[in-house]
């Protein structure tokens, strides 16, 4: 067997001209989306990362400010610029950009984003009620991997889900998308147990680990659905996932690819909680 593909460039690109229409609407009504985005200190990974986010915004019409903090700038500095973006009328999204300075406590940094503004879904409010399943700002991985499913009309209902890392970013709040579509969802981490076993039982397998390769071609079963967040710099520079892709594309059934799967899409959700907060002002 060889997997059709999860194309997330493609259907980021679809998601974004829906959403383009949509801020043509919101600014005939006086409404302007606008996203704030943090970094504090220098990152190459992380300025790669907002540029993409900025190139999204822009190209549906939303304004976007960078705020590039010095490395030394203090939590209650960060604090500070947060607290004022909060009661700040034009802006409608905080993004504060992983990874800070050591010395920051980023919790309370995003504890400290007003719920309403947070769309990248990391504050305790938002992850509480994607728990309990109320409307929320859904963390834009899992949610664009969700979306992904549905676009390709993969019913999750049912379905044994398998999920490799326990993030609060990724792996964490995927559980609790997967649950709320009614899988049965088992969560591993760096200290389960027979973890090649548990995997080649699934029926979707969700890699969010951090490790190039690491889930191989026999931990799949046939006809899985196999999707891979992680982004790994390899030493030739080249990008790739956590799951070794010529060999799992043998046996599942669907397969996202690295580059050009998860990545592209988690933007778009980004894009589409700025277009909600902005409605919902
Ligand atoms: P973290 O480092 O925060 O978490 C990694 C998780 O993997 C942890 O739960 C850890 O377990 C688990 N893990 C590590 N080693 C093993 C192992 N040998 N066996 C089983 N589990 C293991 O990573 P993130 O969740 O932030 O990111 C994961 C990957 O996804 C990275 O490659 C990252 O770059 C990528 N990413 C991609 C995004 C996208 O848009 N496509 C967005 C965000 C992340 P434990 O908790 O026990 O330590």
């Given at each position: 067997?060889?997997?059709?593909?999860?194309?997330?460039?493609?259907?980021?690109?679809?998601i974004k001209?829906n959403l383009k229409n949509e801020v043509?609407k919101l600014?005939?009504q006086?409404i302007n989306p606008k996203l704030?985005?943090?970094?504090?200190?220098?990152?190459?990974?992380?300025?790669?990362?907002?540029?993409?986010k900025?190139?999204a915004c822009?190209?549906v019409g939303i304004d976007?400010?960078?705020?590039?903090?010095?490395?030394?700038?203090?939590?209650?500095?960060?604090?500070?610029?947060?607290?004022?973006?909060?009661?700040?009328?034009?802006v409608d999204g905080i993004l504060?950009?992983?990874?800070?300075?050591?010395?920051?406590?980023?919790?309370?940094?995003?504890?400290?984003i007003s719920p309403k503004k947070d769309v990248d879904g990391f504050n305790?409010v938002n992850?509480?009620n994607l728990?309990?399943?109320r409307d929320c700002f859904v963390s834009c991985?899992p949610y664009g991997?969700m979306r992904?499913?549905?676009?390709?009309?993969?019913?999750?209902?049912?379905?044994?889900?398998?999920?490799?890392?326990?993030?609060?970013?990724?792996?964490?709040?995927?559980?609790?998308?997967?649950?709320?579509?009614?899988?049965?969802?088992?969560?591993?981490?760096?200290?389960?147990?027979?973890?090649?076993?548990?995997?080649?039982?699934?029926?979707?397998?969700?890699?969010?680990?951090?490790?190039?390769?690491?889930?191989?071609?026999?931990?799949?079963?046939?006809?899985?659905?196999?999707?891979?967040?992680?982004?790994?710099?390899?030493?030739?520079?080249?990008?790739?996932?956590?799951?070794?892709?010529?060999?799992?594309?043998?046996?599942?059934?669907?397969?996202?690819?690295?580059?050009?799967?998860?990545?592209?899409?988690t933007v778009a959700m980004l894009v589409e909680n700025v277009v909600k907060a902005a409605k919902q002002k």
């Open positions: 067997m060889s997997a059709e593909i999860l194309d997330g460039k493609e259907l980021s690109k679809k001209e043509d600014k005939e006086g704030a985005v943090i970094m504090v200190g220098d990152n190459s990974a992380s300025a790669v990362y907002v540029k993409n900025s190139n822009k190209k976007f400010e960078e705020f590039l903090l010095p490395e030394e700038t203090t939590e209650d500095e960060l604090i500070e610029l947060i607290e004022k973006l909060n009661v700040d009328n034009t504060l950009q992983s990874p800070v300075p050591n010395h920051i406590n980023i919790n309370r940094a995003f504890e400290t305790a992850v509480g728990t309990i399943g991985t991997v992904m499913l549905e676009e390709y009309n993969i019913d999750v209902a049912g379905k044994t889900a398998v999920v490799i890392g326990r993030s609060n970013i990724v792996g964490k709040p995927m559980l609790q998308c997967l649950l709320s579509k009614d899988a049965t969802v088992t969560i591993c981490h760096s200290k389960t147990k027979n973890l090649e076993e548990v995997v080649s039982k699934a029926d979707i397998v969700i890699a969010a680990i951090g490790k190039p390769n690491f889930v191989t071609g026999n931990m799949i079963k046939d006809g899985a659905v196999v999707i891979d967040v992680g982004i790994n710099r390899l030493e030739d520079g080249k990008l790739c996932g956590d799951v070794n892709f010529e060999e799992a594309s043998q046996k599942a059934s669907y397969i996202t690819p690295v580059p050009g799967g998860v990545g592209p899409m």
